[in-house]
């Protein structure tokens, strides 16, 4: 048997080592798992660690042979990507240097797979080699139906910091969402704790006093009447669905084509049913000093809905590095 090497999903960016290997082989004995940290058969990017090394998207872990416990499983081999997918992919590139590549994610890609996935971002990362003999890492994610900026690290040092920066809250997120209904008042600050429940929509992030506190600052861009808004969002946490369990929830105003959280209350039948939430802007600390501020443009869907309302629709700016 060989030893494993598991990359770190951006979804586990944070956890402690220790507790992430008891996920990924949940018999391994707690005595077993420090006799392999201490004699250095579990490395992280080729390293020693402790069992409290804190660990970041993209990052890769040696686990050794444990016949006698079952090896974790080796990921599965990465699906080719076509000439016409690598292509795409290469024109959606925002920004890019030696620590960071912004990538404007279209709608309905995954970032990652899972069951019945075959098709996601994290098997086309061989075509944003650019000449690198490493593939670069995913540093966070965004929902298979959000559009926008998403950033990779061609290295595992840059991929730390970028982890980091998320982790920490130093990153500043913009996104844009067309609601169903005007908010009142028009902006404001959405204090509002999230839990996952199950439901007949599957599971879903609904307010729970006893949940994980979530925190959302909105402004209104622009509205048709009371018909529809144009949103400006900036999460100040990260849940799994925040922006849309809030929209629905605390403000009454689902997103555009988010049947999950507004029903069929969700849909108008003169517009494009995708969902209408995009990564419009991130700035962020770059790797290696200073602040990198990076925006993408609206995917086709949200264009036409913007044309339709009236919406402006500007041209993002250019992508701005700033030294310390």
């Known amino acids: 048997m060989t030893a494993a090497l598991l990359q770190v999903p951006p979804a586990d960016a944070g956890t402690r080592l220790d507790r992430w290997l008891r996920r990924q082989v949940p018999n391994l004995p707690q005595g077993l798992l420090q006799k392999l940290l201490r004699t250095g058969q579990i490395r992280v990017d080729g390293k020693r660690a402790e ?39 290469l024109a959606r590139v925002l920004y890019r240097d030696a620590s960071v590549i912004a990538l404007d994610k279209p709608h309905g890609l995954p970032v990652q797979g899972g069951p019945g996935i075959a098709r996601h971002l994290d098997a086309m990362l061989d075509a944003l080699r650019f000449g690198a003999e490493d593939r670069p890492r995913l540093v966070h994610r965004l929902d298979r139906d959000t559009s926008g900026v998403l950033l990779l690290a061609p290295t595992a040092a840059a991929a730390a910091r970028l982890a980091a920066a998320f982790r920490g809250r130093d990153a500043e ?18 204090d509002m704790p999230l839990a996952k ?31 529809a808004a144009l949103l400006e969002l900036r999460p100040l946490t990260g849940r799994t669905h925040q ?20 029903g069929a209350a969700a849909h108008l039948p003169d517009l494009p049913g995708q969902l209408h939430l995009h990564a419009r802007a991130l700035a962020i600390p770059h790797p290696e000093g200073g602040m990198l501020a990076v925006a993408a443009p609206l995917p086709p869907h949200m264009a036409e809905t913007f044309a339709y309302f009236g919406f402006a629709n500007p041209k993002p700016p250019p992508p701005r590095r700033t030294r310390a």
């Not at 199950?198 to 209104?220: C, K, Y």
Request: hydrophobic share 30%.
């Open 51 to 89: 069992a409290n090394t804190r660990l970041a998207a993209g990052q890769e872990v040696r686990v050794p042979p444990l016949p006698e416990l079952g090896a974790p499983k080796p990921p599965p081999p990465r699906a080719e990507i076509s000439p016409a997918e690598q292509r795409d992919l």
């Open 173 to 190: 997120k913009t996104y844009w969402a067309v609601t169903l209904g005007r908010p009142a008042p028009a902006e404001g600050r959405i």
């Open 243 to 262: 922006l849309r369990a809030h929209c629905a929830e605390a403000l009454g105003c689902p997103i555009l084509g988010d049947g999950k959280y507004g």
């Open 197 to 227: 429940r199950s439901g007949p929509r599957g599971e879903r992030t609904t307010h729970d006093p006893d949940g994980v506190r979530a925190v959302t600052l909105f402004r209104t861009l622009d509205s048709a009447q009371t018909r």
